[in-house]
């Protein structure tokens, strides 16, 4: 099992950056496959960006080409880079892992951080 632990939300204005960091416990974390999702006001969360645990990575197409997803390994951390922001990614956005480090489907979600785009 491992706990995920979200931070670096805040309030942007629009066309601004931020970036949110996912710091996960144990020893395997470089093995699971991880993502980021949000869920705005009224709405189904939804997946923004997802890594494999070789670094495969994959975007929704609102946001491709402005959202990066990474991941360190060796700070047990996975971010995603926000930027050219809009008020209409405004959200708490939930680090999830789905897959477990023998390729076994798993579901774990942080408490999740919120991100405000307004001016």
């Known amino acids: 099992q491992v706990q995920l632990v979200e931070s670096g939300g805040g309030l942007v204005q629009p066309g601004g950056s931020l970036r949110l960091s996912c710091a996960g416990s144990?020893?395997?974390?470089?093995?699971?496959?991880l993502g980021w999702y949000r869920q705005a006001p009224g709405k189904q969360r939804e997946l923004v960006a997802t890594?494999?645990?070789?670094?495969?990575?994959n975007y929704t197409g609102s946001v491709k080409g402005r959202f990066t997803i990474s991941r360190d390994n060796a700070k047990n951390t996975v971010y995603l880079q926000m930027n050219s922001l809009k008020p209409e990614d405004t959200a708490v956005y939930y680090c999830?892992?789905?897959?477990?480090?023998?390729?076994?489907?798993?579901?774990?979600w942080g408490q999740g951080t919120q991100v405000t785009v307004s001016s």
């Open positions: 999830h892992a789905d897959r477990g480090p023998l390729g076994e489907v798993v579901n774990y």
């Open positions: 144990g020893s395997f974390f470089r093995l699971y496959g």
């Open positions: 890594i494999t645990r070789g670094g495969i990575t």
